[in-house]
């Protein structure tokens, strides 16, 4: 019913900067929010940011304050994160994800988000 479709990761060295694009086709009138999530081998998968589409409120996790920023194009159903300041530890496959839910509140866990994308890796070498 939503379809996401994430683009823009690569190999980057320490410091540098990618920007990742979401976009969103289907039944997008339904999304509350839009979530960034990130997994690298061995890991789970863990929240890096969100944003809703109505009211562009954002979050991001802890590690990523300061050097991410999420954003939207609501005319293109589109999301970005744009990543600044990469570290090693950044390094994972980034998916992002779609929340029907409206609660107010931005969730975190995957398990609250209803549709995914593929993923798209980031790689930071050191």
């Known amino acids: 019913q939503v379809q996401l479709v994430e683009s823009g990761g690569g190999l980057v060295q320490t410091g540098g900067s990618l920007r990742l694009s979401c976009t969103a086709s289907?039944?997008?009138?339904?999304?509350?929010?839009m979530g960034w999530f990130r997994q690298a081998p061995g890991n789970e998968r863990e929240f890096v940011a969100a944003?809703?589409?109505?009211?562009?409120?954002?979050g991001y996790t802890d590690s990523v304050k300061g050097r991410f920023t999420v954003s939207r194009d609501n005319a293109k159903n589109t999301v970005y994160l744009q990543m600044n300041s990469l570290k090693p530890e950044d390094t994972a496959v980034y998916y992002c994800?779609?929340?029907?839910?409206?609660?107010?509140?931005?969730?975190?866990?995957?398990?609250?988000?209803?549709?995914w994308g593929q993923g798209t890796q980031v790689t930071v070498s050191s």
């Open positions: 994800a779609a929340d029907r839910t409206l609660m107010g509140t931005l969730h975190t866990l995957p398990y609250e988000y209803d549709y």
């Open positions: 944003i809703t589409w109505s009211g562009g409120n954002t």
């Open positions: 289907g039944r997008t009138f339904s999304v509350y929010a």
